[in-house]
C-alpha cells in the first residue's frame, strides 16, 4: 500500500506512515488535547517521599531530657530520630524542610546547660542556630547571622563547621581563605547570645577538615588541615605543586582580647583527609588524631612526640594492592573511667581505637579490630550502647553494642610494635561479633532508574526502583501503602461477625481477653504467653455480641441482642434486658457510657455513676428510621462523660445528640448523606489541620463517617456546639466502609475496612489517610499486649490476625529484591512481567577473575613458605579458597582504575526472585538497555545490551563498545549476536520496529540481522554525548550530556534522521520524557526540571543543507538548528534528577509527572486544570514566603531558581507547610485569601489526592 499523507485534527501536526489503520492507532496513541496542551502550562510540585540519603548525623539531648536524639542532614531536608532503647526501633520524631542545602552541622551545649542546641551551616551565606521544641513538635530558629552570598562558594563559610567542646564558640570556615569565630554566651534572662564574628581568613588557602580542641576551660582552640597553595600559583612550571606539603594550624580564640591568632603551624608528612579530636582537661590528654593515607598519627602541643602508626589492612586482601587505605568517619565515646573510638575505613571495617597515657602523655595508639558493616556518612554511639550507622547510600542500620572487645582473642595493634618500613599489620575478616544489628531504617538512595507500571494486575500501579551501590544494591518495588507486620494467625470454628479486645480495668496496660462473636456463640480468649479459651469471664457465650469493652474501673460490658450484661470485678452480673419483643440492633459504648438502638429506631441512654452502676436515663428518644449504625467518642481526660453521641439513619443522615445533662436526648446538628451510611467513628485525634486552635495539643474530635457506596467522609466535630463542618470525602473501595477505633503513638486512630483496609491518623502533626498493605479485612479492633504494645486484632475470613504497624509515616511498602552489583538501566518485559537489569560496577572484578587472582593468591602462600612450613601453608592457602566472605557484608575487592565487572539480572517480581544472571568480562561495563521488537520479526522480543570496552571515565574514553542481542525465551536471555561499534552506546530505545542507539556523539537507526545488527541511517551532528532518547510518532528527542536536547524527525522516504528544533539554554540532561506531541519534560544532573515546547508553527518538514554550501551565518541560531523550543516551565527540584514519566498514580487518577532523584527522593508535577486554582495557589505560595520564610535564612525564590529562574511552577511543599503554621498565622493568611483555614487545608488535600497520595 502506498504512503498515506494525513492531516493530524488534534495537533495540526503532519504524519507518514504505511497505511491509514495504523495512523489511526496513532491519533489514539497520542489522545486528544490534554491538561498538558493549555495555552500556559502551569505546574504544582509535590514530593511523595522525601530524601533518605544521610549526608552527616549529629546526636545530643535536643528534647531537654535525658533520652539522646540524632538530627539527620538529608540534602535539603532536616530530621530528628529517636531510637528507642527498649523496642531498639529508629523512630522519626520531626521532619523540616529547609529550602536549602544543609552543607554542616555541629551541636552543642552551653556550659551548665541542660538541653543541646545544633547550629547548621548552609547555602543560605547565614549561621543559623535551632533549638528543638518538644511541645510544638518543630525546630525554632533561635539565631541566624549574615556573613557573605547564598549558593554553595568557595570562599564563603558554610563547608566546615567546628565547636568547642565546652560550647563557648563555634568557627564556621569555606573551602577556601575564610574562616569565622562566633562566640556563643547567655545573657541575664539565660537566652543563649551570640557574638559578632571574629576573622580567622588566610588567603591562598585551602582547608580539608575542622574541629575543635578538648582545652577544658583555657581559650578555646581550634585546629584545621590547610593547603597554602600561593607558591603553587605563582609557579608556571608546575614544580612547586609536587612538593606542596599539607599544614595542621592550631588558631585560638583568646576570650579576654577579644580576636583570634593563628598559635601554632605544623608541616605533615603525606595529605590527610579528616582530623579526630581527642578529649581534654580531665577526660584526657586532649590533641588530636589525624587520618592521613596509610596512617594515623597523634599530635599535640608542648613536649608530647608525634606518634604515628600505619592503618592495618585485611588479610589476604583480593584489593589492588597499590591502592592506599583511608578512615571515613568516626564516633568516640567517654565515661567518667575512659575513653575510646571507633574509626571506619573505607572498606566499611570498624576498629576500636584507644591511647596508652602516661603521666598526662601519650605513649602509645592502640588498635583493634572490633567489626565490619556497611560504609557509614557518620557513626554514632550512643549512652544507650547503641551504633547508628548513618548511610549516603543504602539502608541506615542501628547496631547493639553487645560486647567492647576488650576480652576477646582479638590481636591489639600497637604503635610501639616494631616494624620494616612499608610494612602494616593484618587481621583476618569475622561475621559480626560485637555488635548485633537491631534495625534498619529503609533508605532508597541512590536511584538509578525508575518507572511505573502495572505488572501485578492491580488497577494500581507499581512503582519499579533500582536503587543502591555496589552489593547492598536493590530492585524494589513500591506500593502506596503501609507495611503490617503478621504477629499471629489462627484459624477459628467458623466464620467470625466481630472481634473485640477487652482489659480487666481501666489502670491496665496491656489487653486481658479477645472476644471473637459468632452467628450463634461468642468466644472468649485469654491473652497471655500463649492465647486460650476461657470460660470464667462472666461473658455470655451462647449469644452473638454486638459489642463488648471495659467499663468504669474494673467492669466488663457485654452488649447482646436481648439486653446488656454488666460483669463487675467480683463476678457478680447486672442485666438489662431489652422491652417486649424489642431487639438491640446497634450501641456505641465509651469507658463510662452505653447507647443503644432498639428495633423501631428507640433511643435507650445509660450513664455510670459514682459506685460504678449503670443508670438508664429516664426519657427515650425514638427516630422516624431505622438506625444504621451509631458512635460514641471516648470520655475527655477530666470529665465525666462525652458530650456526644452520633446517630446513622436509613434516611441517609447522620444526627448529632446532646448527652449533656441539660439537654440529654436532643438533637444538636444533622448532616444530609449521599447515601446509607454503613458505619460511625467519633476520634479525638490530636490538633488536626483544621483545628483553628493556638493551644498545642489540643485534640480535635472527627466525624467519619463510612458509607455503603465504599466512600469515607470525615467531619470536623464542634467540641461545644456539636456542630458538623469542614468535610473532607475520600473514596477507599468498592466494599461498604466499616470503621473501628484503634491506638497508634499513643493517640486515638481510625481503621476503615472496604475492598482496602485504610489508616487514618497523626502523624507528626499531620493528618495521613494511607491503606494497608495486606489483604482484605472483615472485622478489627485494636490491640495491646507485652509483644505488641500498638497493634490490631482483626478478622479475615475463618482466620483471627494479630497484626502490627510500625512504619508510621512511611508512603510505600516494599518489596525488595538483591542485585550483584551497581543498577545502571533496567528494562521491563511486558509480555513475561520480568524486569531485566543492567549492573555495572567500576573497580571492581567479575566473579571469574576474582577466582583467578584468589588461585594465584594461594599459590603465592604456598612458594612464599619455607621447606618446613610447606604442610601449614598448604592449609592456610586451602582455608582460603574455600573461605567465602558475603559481598553484601564486607564489600567486594577494590580493583585497579578502569576495571569494570557488569552482569545482566532477569527478574521476575511478582515471584521475588532473580530467573537467569548473565556475567559480561572483565571491563566491559554495561550502560545501557532497551527491549525492542523489531518489524522483522514482531513475535519475538528482544533485549539489547549496550556495553562499553574498556572504559576511562576521566578523560572519557574507551576501546569501543559492544551491543549483545538476547532473544527472550521463557523468561530467560539467549545470547543472539554481538554488533561491535566504535564507541560506547549510552542510550537505546526501541522505534518503530527498530532500535535507536546513541554511540558516543552519533545517534543511529538498527534493524535485526542475523549475525549482528544492520546500521540503516545515522545523525553525526551532535555536540557532546548522547545520553537520553525518548521517542513519540516519528519525533524523537536527544539528551545531549551538555548541551540540553535536539528534536530529530525520521524521515522513512529518505530514511535519514534531520535535527529540525533544539533548546536554547545549556542543560546537562540526565532524563527526558515526551508530555504531548510537541510538548517534554527535561531533568539535569544539577536538579533542575524544564518544560520545554515547540510553538505551533514549528515545522519538522525542513530540509537540511546536504552540500554544505550554505553560507555559515545562515545554518540556524546560535550554532544549532534554525528552529528553538520555547520555555514553558523551570523549576529547581534540589536533587539530580534521575527519571522523568508521564503517569497515572492512582485508579481513576488524571496524569502527572513523576521524577526519582539521586538522594532517594520521588516527586511529581501536577497540572492545574483551571486559571482560578493558579491564582489561588500563587497567592497562598507568596504569602508563606513572607510569613513562613525557611527556617535556613535561604530565600525561597531564589533556591528554586537556583540555575534557572523558577517559571510557572508552583511549590507544593512550601504550600503545605501552612497546615504546621501556628493558627492566628494561618487565620491571618486565610483572611488575606478570603478564606476560611478549613477551606485551605481542603484545597491543599484535594490538590494531592487528585493526582497523587
Given at each position: 500500500?502506498?504512503?498515506?499523507?494525513?492531516?493530524?485534527?488534534?495537533?495540526?501536526?503532519?504524519?507518514?506512515?504505511?497505511?491509514?489503520?495504523?495512523?489511526?492507532?496513532?491519533?489514539?496513541?497520542?489522545?486528544p488535547?490534554?491538561?498538558?496542551?493549555?495555552?500556559?502550562?502551569?505546574?504544582?510540585?509535590?514530593?511523595?517521599?522525601?530524601?533518605?540519603?544521610?549526608?552527616?548525623a549529629v546526636?545530643?539531648?535536643?528534647?531537654?531530657?535525658?533520652?539522646?536524639?540524632?538530627?539527620?542532614?538529608?540534602?535539603?531536608?532536616?530530621?530528628?530520630?529517636?531510637?528507642?532503647?527498649?523496642?531498639?526501633?529508629?523512630?522519626?520524631?520531626?521532619?523540616?524542610?529547609?529550602?536549602?542545602?544543609?552543607?554542616?552541622?555541629?551541636?552543642?551545649?552551653?556550659?551548665g546547660?541542660?538541653?543541646?542546641?545544633?547550629v547548621?551551616?548552609?547555602?543560605?551565606?547565614?549561621?543559623?542556630?535551632?533549638?528543638?521544641?518538644?511541645?510544638?513538635?518543630?525546630?525554632?530558629?533561635v539565631?541566624?547571622?549574615?556573613?557573605?552570598?547564598?549558593?554553595?562558594?568557595r570562599?564563603?563559610?558554610?563547608?566546615?563547621?567546628?565547636?568547642?567542646?565546652?560550647?563557648?564558640?563555634v568557627?564556621?570556615?569555606?573551602?577556601?581563605?575564610?574562616?569565622l569565630v562566633?562566640?556563643l554566651?547567655?545573657?541575664?534572662?539565660?537566652?543563649?547570645?551570640?557574638?559578632?564574628?571574629?576573622?580567622?581568613?588566610?588567603?591562598?588557602?585551602?582547608?580539608?577538615?575542622?574541629?575543635?580542641?578538648?582545652?577544658?576551660?583555657?581559650n578555646?582552640?581550634?585546629?584545621?588541615?590547610?593547603?597554602?597553595?600561593?607558591?603553587?600559583?605563582?609557579d608556571?612550571?608546575?614544580?612547586?605543586?609536587?612538593?606542596?606539603?599539607?599544614?595542621?594550624?592550631?588558631?585560638?580564640?583568646?576570650?579576654?582580647?577579644?580576636?583570634?591568632?593563628?598559635?601554632?603551624?605544623?608541616?605533615?608528612?603525606?595529605?590527610?583527609?579528616?582530623?579526630?579530636?581527642?578529649?581534654?582537661?580531665?577526660?584526657?590528654?586532649?590533641?588530636?588524631?589525624?587520618?592521613?593515607?596509610?596512617?594515623?598519627?597523634?599530635?599535640?602541643?608542648?613536649?608530647?612526640?608525634?606518634?604515628?602508626?600505619?592503618?592495618?589492612?585485611?588479610?589476604?586482601?583480593?584489593?589492588?594492592?597499590?591502592?592506599?587505605?583511608?578512615?571515613?568517619?568516626?564516633?568516640?565515646?567517654?565515661t567518667?573511667?575512659?575513653?575510646?573510638?571507633?574509626?571506619?575505613?573505607?572498606?566499611?571495617?570498624?576498629?576500636?581505637?584507644?591511647?596508652?597515657?602516661?603521666?598526662?602523655?601519650?605513649t602509645?595508639?592502640?588498635?583493634?579490630?572490633?567489626?565490619?558493616?556497611p560504609v557509614?556518612?557518620?557513626?554514632?554511639?550512643?549512652?544507650?550502647?547503641?551504633?547508628?550507622?548513618a548511610?549516603e547510600?543504602?539502608?541506615?542500620?542501628?547496631?547493639?553494642?553487645?560486647?567492647?572487645?576488650?576480652?576477646?582473642?582479638?590481636?591489639?595493634?600497637?604503635?610501639?610494635?616494631?616494624?620494616?618500613?612499608?610494612?602494616?599489620?593484618?587481621?583476618?575478616?569475622?561475621?559480626?561479633?560485637?555488635?548485633?544489628?537491631?534495625?534498619?531504617?529503609?533508605?532508597?538512595?541512590?536511584?538509578?532508574?525508575?518507572?511505573?507500571?502495572?505488572?501485578?494486575?492491580?488497577?494500581?500501579?507499581?512503582?519499579?526502583?533500582?536503587?543502591?551501590?555496589?552489593?547492598?544494591?536493590?530492585?524494589?518495588?513500591?506500593?502506596?501503602?503501609?507495611?503490617?507486620?503478621e504477629?499471629?494467625?489462627?484459624?477459628?470454628?467458623?466464620?467470625?461477625?466481630?472481634?473485640?479486645?477487652?482489659?480487666?480495668?481501666a489502670?491496665?496496660?496491656?489487653?486481658?481477653?479477645?472476644?471473637?462473636?459468632?452467628?450463634?456463640?461468642?468466644l472468649?480468649?485469654?491473652?497471655?504467653?500463649?492465647?486460650e479459651?476461657?470460660?470464667?469471664?462472666?461473658?455470655?457465650?451462647?449469644?452473638?455480641?454486638?459489642?463488648?469493652?471495659?467499663?468504669?474501673?474494673?467492669?466488663?460490658?457485654?452488649?447482646?441482642?436481648?439486653?446488656?450484661?454488666?460483669?463487675?470485678?467480683?463476678?457478680?452480673v447486672?442485666?438489662?434486658?431489652?422491652?417486649?419483643?424489642?431487639?438491640?440492633?446497634?450501641?456505641?459504648v465509651?469507658?463510662?457510657?452505653?447507647?443503644?438502638?432498639?428495633?423501631?429506631?428507640?433511643?435507650?441512654y445509660?450513664e455510670?455513676?459514682?459506685?460504678?452502676?449503670?443508670?438508664?436515663?429516664t426519657?427515650?428518644?425514638?427516630?422516624?428510621?431505622?438506625?444504621?449504625?451509631?458512635?460514641?467518642?471516648?470520655?475527655?481526660?477530666?470529665?465525666?462523660r462525652?458530650?456526644?453521641?452520633?446517630?446513622?439513619?436509613?434516611?441517609?443522615?447522620?444526627?448529632?445528640?446532646?448527652?449533656?445533662?441539660?439537654?440529654?436526648?436532643?438533637p444538636?446538628?444533622?448532616?444530609?448523606?449521599?447515601?446509607?451510611?454503613?458505619?460511625?467513628?467519633?476520634?479525638?485525634?490530636?490538633?488536626?489541620?483544621?483545628?483553628?486552635?493556638?493551644?498545642?495539643?489540643?485534640?480535635?474530635?472527627?466525624?467519619?463517617?463510612?458509607?455503603?457506596?465504599?466512600?469515607?467522609?470525615?467531619?470536623?466535630?464542634d467540641?461545644?456546639t456539636?456542630?458538623?463542618?469542614?468535610?473532607?470525602?475520600?473514596?477507599?473501595?468498592?466494599?461498604?466502609?466499616?470503621?473501628?477505633?484503634?491506638?497508634?503513638?499513643?493517640?486515638?486512630?481510625?481503621?476503615?475496612?472496604?475492598?482496602?483496609?485504610?489508616l487514618?491518623?497523626?502523624?507528626?502533626?499531620?493528618?495521613?489517610?494511607?491503606?494497608?498493605?495486606?489483604?482484605?479485612?472483615?472485622?478489627?479492633?485494636?490491640?495491646?499486649?507485652?509483644?505488641?504494645?500498638e497493634?490490631?486484632?482483626?478478622?479475615?475470613?475463618?482466620?483471627?490476625?494479630?497484626?502490627?504497624?510500625?512504619?508510621?509515616?512511611?508512603?510505600f511498602?516494599?518489596?525488595?529484591?538483591?542485585?550483584?552489583?551497581?543498577?545502571?538501566?533496567?528494562?521491563?518485559?511486558?509480555?513475561?512481567?520480568?524486569?531485566?537489569?543492567?549492573?555495572?560496577?567500576?573497580?571492581?572484578?567479575?566473579?571469574?577473575?576474582?577466582?583467578?587472582?584468589?588461585?594465584?593468591?594461594?599459590?603465592?602462600?604456598?612458594?612464599?613458605?619455607?621447606?618446613?612450613?610447606?604442610?601449614?601453608?598448604?592449609?592456610?592457602?586451602?582455608?582460603?579458597m574455600?573461605e567465602?566472605?558475603?559481598?553484601?557484608?564486607f564489600?567486594?575487592?577494590?580493583?585497579?582504575?578502569?576495571?569494570?565487572?557488569?552482569?545482566?539480572?532477569?527478574?521476575?517480581?511478582?515471584?521475588?526472585?532473580?530467573?537467569?544472571?548473565?556475567e559480561l568480562?572483565?571491563?566491559?561495563?554495561?550502560?545501557?538497555?532497551?527491549?525492542c521488537?523489531?518489524?522483522?520479526?514482531?513475535?519475538?522480543?528482544?533485549?539489547?545490551?549496550?556495553?562499553?570496552?574498556?572504559?576511562?571515565?576521566?578523560p572519557?574514553?574507551?576501546?569501543?563498545?559492544?551491543?549483545?542481542?538476547?532473544r527472550?525465551?521463557?523468561?530467560?536471555?539467549?545470547?543472539?549476536?554481538?554488533?561491535?561499534?566504535?564507541?560506547?552506546p549510552?542510550?537505546?530505545?526501541?522505534?518503530?520496529?527498530r532500535?535507536?542507539?546513541g554511540?558516543?556523539?552519533?545517534l543511529?537507526?538498527?534493524?535485526?540481522?542475523?549475525?549482528?545488527?544492520?546500521?540503516?541511517?545515522?545523525?553525526?551532528?551532535f555536540?557532546?554525548?548522547i545520553?537520553?532518547?525518548?521517542?513519540?510518532g516519528?519525533?524523537?528527542?536527544?539528551?545531549?550530556?551538555?548541551?540540553?536536547?535536539?528534536?530529530?524527525?525520521?524521515?522513512?522516504?529518505?530514511?535519514?534522521?534531520?535535527?529540525?528544533?533544539?533548546?536554547?539554554?545549556?542543560?546537562?540532561?540526565?532524563?527526558?520524557?515526551?508530555?504531548?506531541y510537541?510538548?517534554?519534560?527535561?531533568?539535569?544532573?544539577?536538579g533542575?526540571?524544564?518544560?520545554?515546547?515547540l510553538?505551533?508553527?514549528?515545522?519538522?518538514?525542513i530540509?537540511?543543507?546536504?552540500?554544505?554550501?550554505?553560507?555559515?551565518?545562515?545554518?540556524?541560531?546560535?550554532?544549532?538548528a534554525?528552529?528553538?523550543?520555547?520555555?514553558e516551565?523551570?523549576f529547581?527540584?534540589?536533587?539530580?534528577?534521575?527519571?522523568?514519566?508521564k503517569?497515572?498514580?492512582?485508579?481513576?487518577?488524571s496524569?502527572s509527572l513523576?521524577?526519582?532523584?539521586?538522594?532517594?527522593?520521588?516527586g511529581?508535577?501536577?497540572?492545574?486544570?483551571s486559571?482560578?486554582?493558579?491564582?489561588?495557589?500563587?497567592?497562598?505560595?507568596?504569602?508563606?514566603?513572607?510569613?513562613?520564610?525557611?527556617?535556613?535564612?535561604?530565600?525561597?525564590?531564589a533556591?528554586?531558581s537556583?540555575?534557572?529562574?523558577?517559571?510557572n511552577?508552583?511549590?507544593?511543599?512550601?504550600?503545605e507547610?501552612?497546615?504546621?503554621?501556628?493558627?492566628?498565622?494561618?487565620?491571618?493568611?486565610?483572611?488575606?485569601?478570603?478564606?476560611?483555614p478549613?477551606?485551605?487545608?481542603?484545597?491543599?488535600?484535594?490538590?494531592?489526592?487528585?493526582?497523587?497520595?
Amino acid at each position: 500500500m502506498p504512503s498515506t499523507t494525513i492531516r493530524c485534527p488534534y495537533y495540526c501536526i503532519k504524519t507518514e506512515y504505511d497505511s491509514a489503520s495504523k495512523y489511526i492507532h496513532f491519533c489514539h496513541q497520542l489522545k486528544p488535547r490534554t491538561i498538558w496542551r493549555l495555552r500556559k502550562m502551569y505546574l504544582y510540585s509535590l514530593t511523595l517521599q522525601k530524601a533518605s540519603c544521610i549526608t552527616c548525623a549529629v546526636h545530643g539531648n535536643f528534647s531537654g531530657t535525658k533520652q539522646q536524639e540524632i538530627i539527620a542532614a538529608k540534602g535539603k531536608i532536616l530530621e530528628l530520630l529517636r531510637p528507642d532503647a527498649n523496642s531498639g526501633k529508629v523512630h522519626s520524631v520531626t521532619t523540616l524542610e529547609i529550602f536549602g542545602e544543609i552543607r554542616c552541622l555541629a551541636p552543642f551545649r552551653l556550659t551548665g546547660g541542660s538541653k543541646d542546641y545544633v547550629v547548621i551551616g548552609s547555602d543560605s551565606g547565614r549561621i543559623t542556630i535551632l533549638e528543638y521544641i518538644p511541645s510544638r513538635n518543630t525546630f525554632e530558629r533561635v539565631h541566624q547571622e549574615t556573613f557573605g552570598k547564598s549558593g554553595c562558594r568557595r570562599i564563603v563559610p558554610g563547608q566546615y563547621m567546628a565547636v568547642d567542646p565546652k560550647g563557648r564558640a563555634v568557627m564556621i570556615g569555606a573551602i577556601e581563605k575564610q574562616k569565622l569565630v562566633y562566640i556563643l554566651n547567655r545573657d541575664t534572662t539565660a537566652r543563649l547570645t551570640i557574638s559578632s564574628p571574629l576573622e580567622a581568613h588566610k588567603s591562598h588557602t585551602l582547608v580539608f577538615s575542622i574541629v575543635g580542641i578538648d582545652v577544658g576551660f583555657e581559650n578555646p582552640v581550634f585546629a584545621c588541615l590547610e593547603v597554602d597553595y600561593e607558591e603553587p600559583d605563582n609557579d608556571p612550571t608546575g614544580e612547586a605543586a609536587l612538593t606542596t606539603k599539607q599544614m595542621l594550624t592550631y588558631y585560638e580564640l583568646d576570650l579576654g582580647l577579644n580576636h583570634v591568632v593563628r598559635k601554632y603551624t605544623e608541616t605533615l608528612q603525606e595529605f590527610s583527609n579528616m582530623l579526630i579530636p581527642v578529649p581534654g582537661g580531665n577526660d584526657g590528654p586532649s590533641g588530636v588524631l589525624v587520618c592521613s593515607e596509610n596512617f594515623i598519627t597523634y599530635k599535640n602541643f608542648g613536649d608530647q612526640p608525634e606518634i604515628r602508626m600505619p592503618i592495618p589492612r585485611r588479610r589476604y586482601d583480593l584489593s589492588d594492592p597499590e591502592r592506599g587505605m583511608l578512615f571515613i568517619c568516626y564516633a568516640g565515646h567517654k565515661t567518667k573511667s575512659l575513653f575510646f573510638f571507633f574509626i571506619q575505613n573505607e572498606q566499611g571495617d570498624i576498629f576500636k581505637l584507644t591511647l596508652a597515657v602516661e603521666d598526662d602523655m601519650v605513649t602509645a595508639i592502640k588498635m583493634k579490630y572490633f567489626d565490619t558493616i556497611p560504609v557509614a556518612s557518620s557513626l554514632i554511639v550512643l549512652k544507650t550502647g547503641f551504633l547508628f550507622a548513618a548511610s549516603e547510600f543504602g539502608n541506615h542500620r542501628l547496631y547493639q553494642i553487645s560486647h567492647l572487645g576488650d576480652d576477646d582473642e582479638e590481636t591489639e595493634f600497637s604503635s610501639t610494635m616494631l616494624l620494616d618500613e612499608g610494612e602494616t599489620f593484618y587481621y583476618s575478616l569475622r561475621p559480626l561479633k560485637n555488635l548485633v544489628e537491631v534495625d534498619v531504617v529503609d533508605s532508597l538512595c541512590p536511584i538509578t532508574a525508575c518507572q511505573v507500571t502495572d505488572l501485578a494486575n492491580e488497577d494500581t500501579p507499581q512503582l519499579y526502583v533500582s536503587c543502591g551501590r555496589g552489593p547492598n544494591s536493590t530492585l524494589r518495588v513500591l506500593r502506596h501503602g503501609l507495611e503490617v507486620t503478621e504477629m499471629a494467625v489462627s484459624e477459628l470454628p467458623g466464620n467470625p461477625n466481630g472481634v473485640w479486645t477487652v482489659k480487666t480495668n481501666a489502670s491496665a496496660e496491656y489487653d486481658a481477653y479477645i472476644v471473637v462473636s459468632f452467628v450463634n456463640a461468642t468466644l472468649v480468649l485469654s491473652i497471655g504467653e500463649s492465647v486460650e479459651e476461657v470460660s470464667d469471664s462472666g461473658f455470655l457465650g451462647t449469644t452473638p455480641t454486638l459489642h463488648c469493652c471495659q467499663i468504669g474501673d474494673d467492669a466488663l460490658l457485654q452488649v447482646y441482642a436481648n439486653g446488656i450484661r454488666h460483669v463487675r470485678a467480683d463476678k457478680r452480673v447486672n442485666e438489662w434486658k431489652a422491652p417486649g419483643k424489642k431487639t438491640i440492633l446497634k450501641c456505641a459504648v465509651n469507658n463510662r457510657q452505653v447507647a443503644i438502638a432498639l428495633s423501631g429506631g428507640e433511643l435507650v441512654y445509660f450513664e455510670m455513676d459514682l459506685s460504678g452502676q449503670l443508670n438508664e436515663y429516664t426519657e427515650r428518644r425514638e427516630f422516624s428510621s431505622e438506625v444504621i449504625c451509631m458512635s460514641i467518642g471516648s470520655v475527655p481526660a477530666g470529665e465525666k462523660r462525652c458530650r456526644f453521641l452520633a446517630v446513622g439513619l436509613a434516611d441517609h443522615t447522620v444526627r448529632m445528640i446532646s448527652l449533656d445533662p441539660s439537654d440529654c436526648l436532643q438533637p444538636l446538628s444533622m448532616q444530609a448523606l449521599p447515601t446509607v451510611p454503613e458505619s460511625l467513628c467519633i476520634a479525638a485525634m490530636g490538633a488536626g489541620d483544621s483545628s483553628e486552635s493556638d493551644q498545642v495539643g489540643l485534640a480535635t474530635y472527627y466525624l467519619n463517617i463510612g458509607l455503603q457506596n465504599g466512600v469515607l467522609l470525615r467531619s470536623v466535630l464542634d467540641s461545644v456546639t456539636g456542630d458538623m463542618s469542614d468535610t473532607r470525602t475520600r473514596y477507599l473501595g468498592s466494599r461498604p466502609v466499616r470503621l473501628f477505633k484503634v491506638k497508634i503513638q499513643n493517640s486515638e486512630a481510625v481503621l476503615a475496612i472496604s475492598s482496602r483496609s485504610w489508616l487514618s491518623y497523626m502523624f507528626q502533626s499531620v493528618s495521613r489517610l494511607t491503606p494497608l498493605s495486606y489483604e482484605v479485612l472483615d472485622y478489627a479492633s485494636g490491640f495491646s499486649s507485652d509483644q505488641c504494645p500498638e497493634g490490631v486484632v482483626s478478622i479475615a475470613g475463618d482466620t483471627l490476625r494479630i497484626l502490627a504497624l510500625e512504619k508510621l509515616g512511611a508512603v510505600f511498602n516494599q518489596i525488595t529484591i538483591n542485585l550483584k552489583l551497581t543498577p545502571r538501566r533496567f528494562a521491563i518485559d511486558q509480555q513475561g512481567s520480568n524486569v531485566v537489569v543492567v549492573e555495572t560496577d567500576h573497580l571492581c572484578f567479575t566473579d571469574t577473575t576474582k577466582s583467578e587472582r584468589k588461585q594465584q593468591m594461594a599459590q603465592e602462600i604456598i612458594e612464599s613458605a619455607g621447606d618446613e612450613e610447606a604442610e601449614l601453608a598448604k592449609e592456610v592457602a586451602e582455608s582460603f579458597m574455600n573461605e567465602v566472605l558475603p559481598a553484601n557484608e564486607f564489600g567486594e575487592p577494590k580493583a585497579g582504575i578502569g576495571q569494570w565487572a557488569s552482569s545482566i539480572q532477569v527478574i521476575s517480581p511478582s515471584q521475588k526472585s532473580v530467573l537467569q544472571s548473565l556475567e559480561l568480562d572483565q571491563d566491559e561495563a554495561a550502560l545501557s538497555i532497551a527491549v525492542c521488537r523489531f518489524a522483522v520479526k514482531p513475535e519475538e522480543a528482544y533485549v539489547v545490551v549496550g556495553v562499553a570496552k574498556d572504559l576511562n571515565l576521566n578523560p572519557t574514553t574507551s576501546s569501543g563498545g559492544l551491543m549483545n542481542t538476547y532473544r527472550i525465551v521463557n523468561g530467560q536471555l539467549e545470547l543472539l549476536h554481538k554488533t561491535v561499534i566504535e564507541e560506547a552506546p549510552r542510550a537505546m530505545a526501541s522505534y518503530q520496529g527498530r532500535l535507536l542507539v546513541g554511540v558516543g556523539r552519533i545517534l543511529r537507526v538498527y534493524d535485526l540481522g542475523r549475525k549482528k545488527l544492520l546500521r540503516k541511517c545515522e545523525n553525526k551532528n551532535f555536540p557532546y554525548r548522547i545520553v537520553t532518547l525518548s521517542s513519540m510518532g516519528s519525533r524523537v528527542i536527544v539528551g545531549d550530556v551538555q548541551e540540553s536536547v535536539h528534536f530529530v524527525k525520521y524521515r522513512a522516504k529518505e530514511n535519514r534522521l534531520v535535527i529540525f528544533a533544539d533548546d536554547v539554554s545549556p542543560r546537562y540532561v540526565t532524563a527526558t520524557c515526551f508530555l504531548d506531541y510537541d510538548t517534554i519534560a527535561v531533568g539535569d544532573k544539577f536538579g533542575s526540571v524544564a518544560i520545554l515546547r515547540l510553538s505551533e508553527d514549528v515545522n519538522d518538514e525542513i530540509e537540511e543543507d546536504p552540500t554544505g554550501a550554505k553560507a555559515f551565518w545562515d545554518r540556524g541560531l546560535l550554532n544549532g538548528a534554525s528552529q528553538k523550543a520555547h520555555l514553558e516551565a523551570s523549576f529547581y527540584i534540589g536533587e539530580t534528577i534521575m527519571s522523568l514519566q508521564k503517569t497515572t498514580l492512582i485508579p481513576g487518577g488524571s496524569e502527572s509527572l513523576i521524577y526519582t532523584t539521586l538522594s532517594g527522593s520521588i516527586g511529581v508535577l501536577l497540572p492545574f486544570t483551571s486559571r482560578e486554582e493558579v491564582d489561588f495557589f500563587q497567592h497562598l505560595e507568596m504569602h508563606l514566603r513572607s510569613e513562613n520564610s525557611p527556617i535556613c535564612g535561604r530565600d525561597h525564590l531564589a533556591y528554586r531558581s537556583y540555575y534557572f529562574p523558577a517559571k510557572n511552577v508552583i511549590d507544593g511543599d512550601m504550600c503545605e507547610q501552612y497546615n504546621a503554621m501556628e493558627g492566628s498565622k494561618r487565620r491571618a493568611i486565610a483572611a488575606e485569601l478570603d478564606r476560611t483555614p478549613p477551606e485551605i487545608s481542603k484545597k491543599l488535600e484535594d490538590m494531592r489526592t487528585r493526582y497523587a497520595f
